[in-house]
């Protein structure tokens, strides 16, 4: 019985560790000003060139520059960006071998715990004890390790307002749940596609189900990455991002890490088809913003950070920056990376995938009707049209001479091609979606 006691009391005193609030590894302390009186209580978040974010005891995110605060101040902000950029570089040459030593930690003190109890409980109560206090220890060192491991927390987006930026296209439907907003749609954008395109896999857009469970997906909550993942190293297979329209946006690299726009791959609006037809853009979709609006975003990140057209305020090394609303957002820009240079806000990958093709998820699949093609050399998209609902005509040019393909679907899923060579011969094929 005394066993029992002194074992049930480890556990109550391990209680609060486990119950302890996360928070992203760095202290709260008070801020000292060199042009203010008033003194501000926060928790310092990171240092981008002179600027310097902190987060506030209302958990917004407010900024200075770093003339602003005492010289005492400025010595300990720069060891801090300096310790988290020595970290973050140090954190990246390992994860190759990266353990989770947290829950490593928690299950080994767990264990010593209950090793401890059932060997020496009819034997030695001061085994018990000792045991006891070394998986205890293990316990702590663990949930430590999980709590400096968690990102910052953010403002939480306003389902109204994205209802607003979505609901602006009459093909795009929206509903949200506690945890995701949903955007659902077919796949196909209103404007036209495919034309300027020197670099073709022989692809058409065809429509895709981006409803129900296959919807696409924004996270309600964003919260700020300890570590963001740069797009020049992941995500190169699915979509990072969700345009207004309720078009999907690659990463600008392909999947063999080219830059999809440099090498003709993409039309006039920054887009092109997948293998499996579906039309998705691989550069920030900047032709919305007359239609959602100057103040409005143009897309919505995986991440659950909105992405911005064009400005003239300074970003980050992620191609975005925080408000003065305590939000943060995406830009986009004219040259490489384009938009989303790493993403800002943590997001879950996909287990069955890898860097550079790790995939965020939630993430809507697509479904394709024929094989995938070959690239076609020499090839150059010069028209697309759109005869009537569902029904597309698509002319290409290969050493001066044209051929079209008429193409187009019906309500029951039965999908309908004729080529058209230059000398006006055809050849046909059918396919039915499963």
């Given at each position: 019985m005394k066993n029992i006691v002194i074992l049930i009391t480890i556990l109550f005193l391990s209680f609060p560790v486990f119950a302890h609030e996360g928070g992203h590894g760095l202290p709260t302390k008070i801020w000292h000003f060199t042009t203010s009186e008033k003194n501000l209580k926060g928790e310092f978040i990171e240092k981008i060139g002179d600027t310097v974010y902190l987060m506030n005891e209302k958990h917004k995110v407010v900024f200075f520059d770093i003339s602003e605060f005492t010289s005492e101040e400025q010595h300990y902000i720069l060891n801090k960006a300096n310790w988290i950029t020595d970290k973050n570089v140090s954190e990246k040459s390992l994860s190759l071998f990266s353990i989770n030593y947290a829950t490593l930690f928690i299950y080994l003190g767990i264990a010593l715990l209950l090793f401890s109890f059932f060997k020496y409980r009819q034997k030695s109560d001061s085994k018990i004890l000792a045991f006891s206090l070394i998986g205890l220890a293990f316990i702590v060192m663990g949930c430590k390790t999980t709590s400096s491991s968690k990102g910052i927390t953010m403002a939480k987006n306003d389902v109204s307002y994205l209802a607003s930026v979505f609901g602006v296209f009459n093909k795009v439907t929206t509903r949200f749940d506690n945890t995701y907003f949903y955007i659902e749609s077919d796949g196909i954008p209103e404007h036209e596609m495919m034309t300027g395109i020197t670099n073709w896999q022989q692809q058409v857009p065809i429509n895709h189900d981006y409803s129900g469970t296959n919807a696409w997906a924004i996270p309600l909550q964003p919260v700020?990455?300890?570590?963001?993942?740069?797009?020049?190293?992941?995500?190169?297979?699915?979509?990072?991002?969700?345009?207004?329209?309720?078009?999907?946006?690659?990463?600008?690299?392909?999947?063999?890490?080219?830059?999809a726009n440099a090498i003709g791959e993409l039309d006039k609006w920054g887009g092109h088809c997948g293998r499996a037809d579906d039309y998705h853009y691989h550069l920030p979709p900047t032709h919305l913003q007359s239609k959602v609006g100057q103040d409005k975003p143009i897309a919505y990140a995986l991440d659950g950070f909105p992405v911005y057209g064009e400005t003239n305020e300074a970003l980050d090394e992620n191609l975005g920056r925080f408000t003065s609303d305590s939000t943060y957002q995406y830009h986009a820009v004219k040259d490489y990376p384009y938009l989303i240079a790493a993403m800002k806000g943590e997001v879950e990958l996909n287990p069955r995938t890898e860097a550079p093709e790790n995939e965020?998820?939630?993430?809507?699949?697509?479904?394709?009707?024929?094989?995938?093609?070959?690239?076609?050399?020499?090839?150059?998209?010069?028209?697309?049209?759109?005869?009537?609902?569902?029904?597309?005509?698509?002319?290409?040019?290969?050493?001066?001479?044209?051929?079209?393909?008429?193409?187009?679907?019906d309500t029951n899923g039965n999908y309908s091609y004729e080529f058209v060579n230059p000398d006006g011969t055809t050849t046909s094929a059918t396919y039915k979606r499963k």
């Open positions: 700020l990455a300890e570590n963001p993942l740069s797009t020049k190293d992941n995500f190169m297979k699915g979509a990072i991002a969700i345009a207004a329209n309720g078009i999907p946006i690659f990463n600008p690299l392909n999947n063999r890490g080219e830059d965020i998820m939630p993430q809507a699949k697509t479904k394709g009707v024929r094989p995938d093609l070959q690239p076609l050399r020499g090839a150059k998209i010069i028209d697309f049209k759109n005869l009537k609902p569902n029904q597309y005509s698509l002319t290409y040019e290969v050493e001066s001479a044209m051929y079209t393909i008429n193409y187009g679907w």
